[in-house]
């Protein structure tokens, strides 16, 4: 599956769960899908380089919620 396809079917499933679709969840989503990271502040410290009004709150929050979602693992912040 490619990274579009990976970032098309999360955005669904965030959809079917009722979540809103932002630009910043939208450039989290294709930062955390194309590279592996072991924290949020090395996804911030990314997308903060894209958009400058992005705070770290809002990875945080993104995390903790495709986490919940099982979207992504804790241990390693890969799309399973």
């Not at 809103?20 to 072991?38: A, D, F, M, P, V």
């Amino acid at each position: 599956m490619s990274q579009e396809e990976r970032l098309n079917e999360v955005i669904r499933q965030l959809r079917a769960d009722k979540r809103r679709i932002t630009n910043q969840r939208k450039l989290l989503l294709s930062i955390i899908l194309r590279h592996e990271y072991s924290s949020c502040k090395e996804i911030y410290y990314e997308a903060k380089k894209q958009d400058s009004t992005l705070g770290i709150a809002t990875v945080y929050r993104t995390v903790q919620l495709l986490e919940d979602m099982e979207l992504i693992r804790k241990e390693m912040r890969v799309q399973i």
